[in-house]
């Protein structure tokens, strides 16, 4: 063996240990090929009810927690979500957790509601970044972020709720004829579907 061969070898022996060396810390931080655990996700369900109701608060119309949106959400990510979406959203609920507990040191159910909302906005700040070809790729490789799964499931969870497509939804039970388009009146609420 000359000593081209051997720098080649010593390189592809370091090149094969940087890979595993990338490929246990990409399974500990972002747990691919870690098993989900619906129960876990069910021992949050305190905190997904309080984090649909800061999204959407009760006023004059029912907030997410009376449509019993954080059920929903649990639904939806336990049977109906692919592993790395299931891993991502349990990450980000633990996330939102710890956070809460270093910087308040209660619960995220137990904050208030400016506490909240700061909270929701720092998750959206650091989920999204200002480059869109960033965020594709961080989409591509490491699924959609937690703050992004968790708005869209708390507006269909919603507003397809008795109490959302009802009370918050201009609701008509039997419509007679369809009109694709037709315009609002002024303070009219949007049609549920």
Known sequence: MNLMDRRRAIRLIAGIGLMGVLLFWLQRKFGFGSKFDASELRRYKQTIDHLAETIIPETETPGAMRAQVGDFIIRMISDCSSPKV?????????????????????HY??????????????????????FAILNKVNNKIFGTPFIVQLKALTVEGYCTSELGATKAL?????????L?????????KTWAI
């Open 86 to 106: 299931q891993y991502n959203f349990l990450r980000g609920v633990k996330q939102v957790e710890d956070h809460c507990q270093r910087k308040y040191g209660r």
């Open 109 to 130: 159910a137990q904050c208030t509601a400016d506490d909240r909302i700061s909270v929701l906005e720092r998750f959206e700040r650091n989920a999204v970044s200002r």
């Open 170 to 178: 201009a609701y008509d039970p039997i419509p007679v004829h369809y």
């Open 180 to 188: 694709g388009c037709m315009p609002l009146a002024p303070g009219q």
